[in-house]
């Protein structure tokens, strides 16, 4: 009897342990997504800022040639 009530005690800390472990990994996951997204937001706003820049750049070219 004491044997089976032991490896029912590990298989409840077992069965917490890992609940404990995926909820952590979970909330985790969802920052690191948080995180990615805005930093994907930035490059976004700099690709911009240099395109316009590139035409500024062209544009003045146009008038230097002329």
């Known amino acids: 009897m004491q044997v ?3 490896k029912r005690q590990c ?3 077992e069965a917490s342990l890992g ?3 995926k909820k952590k ?3 985790k996951k969802k920052k690191k997504k948080k ?9 976004k706003k700099k690709k911009k800022k240099k395109k316009e820049e590139r035409r500024t750049d062209k ?3 146009a008038f230097m040639k002329s």
């Open 25 to 27: 990994k979970k909330k």
């Open 35 to 43: 995180k990615k997204k805005k930093k994907k937001k930035k490059k």
């Open 11 to 13: 298989l409840m800390l």
């Open 4 to 6: 089976t009530y032991i």
């Open 19 to 21: 609940r404990d472990k």
């Open 59 to 61: 544009q003045c070219g």
